[in-house]
């Protein structure tokens, strides 16, 4: 989590997005969640975030 903030924070968008997808395939809850679909739509890709986000079963937004 900390090193996906950094390259977003970097703006290194393809290197977090891949680090974020790793963290939710290893983990699969709100947070993950959140921050996948948070790269994703920094990174311009505003469908795929979208769509994370309205077939998941998040129930919260976690601190990002």
Known sequence: KVYVNQFIQNFDY?????LAERLYA???NDESI???ARTYYLSGNINKSYWLLRNSSIEHVPNA
């Open 34 to 36: 959140y921050l996948l």
């Open 14 to 18: 393809a290197d977090a997005i891949f």
């Open 26 to 28: 290893e983990v699969k």
